[in-house]
């Protein structure tokens, strides 16, 4: 003869954590959890003990336990199932809100994923309740980085949704040493009166060259959701090949934009050809009135070109504040657009903590989204 079959009763004896119900639909008994509302499989073919015990050992399972557990202790009133798994959801919610800012704290520092692991992590575990179940550093680099990253893309094009933009092509090798074009724009913000400057992607690559940075930069730009027609001007260095690269952007979208090389030279005295209309595109971003500035500008093109070919545009600029207090003001401002490399190439010696203790080679996107998280953290 075969093993006796187990009836349900058999079942909820062997369990502590199963009932009995009725089918409302259909009259006949099931085996549930108490708990959960899963109905249990009791059909000898389907492995009921397997099935049971996987439901039965999940961390999920002995949440909603003990939180049954709790409110019977304290005598509170009966809570149905639908209000403890909503009481759970919102605890995994606000889990994730903690976790997601952990992630940032440690990206807006420069500090690897991998420290979640280490005594800052163990730290949060402790004293921070809705921490208790953090994941491990690698867990965090694959999901929650990304998902706080994207949360931070998404308020830098908000901000940047209907202004115009400048292009900031910076070439240092990261970290690692790989060859990498880092992608800042800069806008100005009428909302607090402020221009920012924020890093958008980091490519690296095998070779610079003129179709290399015109690739990098394009894709930039369409993530924050811009085009060639919105950007006013080019900061770069004064290699040959980003000269071609402005020049073939320039024809290719039919459009004008000025290319500013190691500093910005917005406003100089060797573009004396130009009417003020040429340059209101560069005003509008830090000026309101626009229009205020034209009696000054004309009054700067009756001016006779230095002699001294060395004049320093900050300088001399400064010095014109008396003549022209709009325009200098507009010129001053214009003219600390470009982020020198220097200050990438600061920024990644200070990101050498981002990389594991084994110093093994991060991945690409990893990396990327760290660097621009920390490079924006005030933007």
């Given at each position: 003869m075969g093993r006796k079959r187990k009836t349900l009763d058999d079942w909820c004896k062997e369990h502590e954590d199963l009932q009995i119900a009725t089918?409302?639909?259909?009259?006949?008994?099931?085996?549930?959890?108490?708990?959960?509302?899963t109905e249990m499989?009791?059909?000898?073919?389907?492995?009921?003990?397997?099935?049971?015990?996987?439901?039965?050992?999940?961390?999920?399972?002995?949440?909603?336990?003990?939180?049954?557990?709790?409110?019977?202790?304290?005598?509170?009133?009966?809570?149905?199932?639908?209000?403890?798994?909503?009481?759970?959801?919102?605890?995994?919610?606000?889990?994730?809100?903690?976790?997601?800012?952990?992630v940032r704290a440690l990206a807006y520092s420069g500090i690897s994923m991998h420290q979640a692991d280490g005594p800052l992590g163990d730290f949060a575990r402790k004293y921070c309740k809705a921490a208790k179940t953090m994941p491990t550093g690698q867990r965090l680099r694959l999901k929650y980085l990304k998902e706080?990253?994207?949360?931070?893309?998404?308020?830098?094009?908000?901000?940047?949704?209907?202004?115009?933009?400048?292009?900031?092509?910076?070439?240092?090798?990261?970290?690692?040493?790989?060859?990498?074009?880092?992608t800042l724009l800069c806008y100005y913000s009428q909302k607090n009166?402020?221009?920012?400057?924020?890093?958008?992607?980091?490519?690296?690559?095998?070779?610079?060259?003129?179709?290399?940075?015109?690739?990098?930069?394009?894709?930039?730009?369409?993530?924050?959701?811009?085009?060639?027609k919105d950007v006013v001007a080019v900061a770069t260095d004064s290699a040959?090949?980003?000269?071609?690269?402005?020049?073939?952007?320039?024809?290719?979208?039919?459009?004008q934009i000025l290319h500013v090389k190691d500093i910005a030279h917005l406003i100089h005295k060797r573009l004396l050809g130009q009417s003020f209309e040429d340059y209101r595109p560069l005003f509008m971003s830090v000026i309101d009135n626009v229009d205020s500035l034209n009696e000054e500008f004309n009054q700067y093109l009756l001016e006779?070109?230095?002699?001294?070919?060395?004049?320093?545009?900050?300088?001399?600029?400064?010095?014109?504040?008396s003549r022209y207090p709009r325009l200098a003001k507009a010129a001053l401002t214009l003219l600390c657009l470009a982020n020198g490399s220097c200050d990438v190439e600061r920024t990644f010696s200070q990101l050498r903590y981002v990389q594991r203790p084994d110093r093994s080679r991060m991945e690409t996107d990893m990396l990327r989204m760290q660097m621009i998280m920390y490079v924006n953290k005030d933007a």
């Open positions: 089918k409302a639909s259909e009259g006949t008994r099931t085996l549930v959890c108490k708990y959960c509302n499989v009791t059909d000898p073919a389907k492995k009921p003990y397997d099935r049971i015990h996987e439901h039965l050992t999940p961390s999920r399972h002995k949440k909603f336990k003990t939180a049954s557990k709790e409110a019977e202790t304290a005598e509170t009133s009966q809570q149905t199932l639908f209000d403890m798994s909503c009481r759970q959801r919102a605890k995994e919610t606000e889990a994730d809100g903690v976790i997601h800012d952990f706080a990253f994207d949360k931070d893309m998404e308020k830098i094009r908000d901000y940047m949704r209907d202004v115009k933009v400048s292009v900031i092509v910076d070439e240092s090798p990261d970290i690692t040493g790989v060859p990498t074009i880092n009166v402020k221009k920012h400057v924020v890093l958008v992607d980091v490519d690296r690559v095998n070779a610079s060259n003129s179709y290399t940075v015109a690739s990098a930069a394009s894709k930039a730009l369409l993530t924050v959701g811009k085009t060639w040959e090949y980003v000269r071609k690269m402005v020049r073939e952007i320039c024809q290719a979208e039919g459009i006779a070109s230095p002699t001294n070919p060395a004049v320093e545009l900050i300088e001399y600029w400064h010095d014109s504040t």
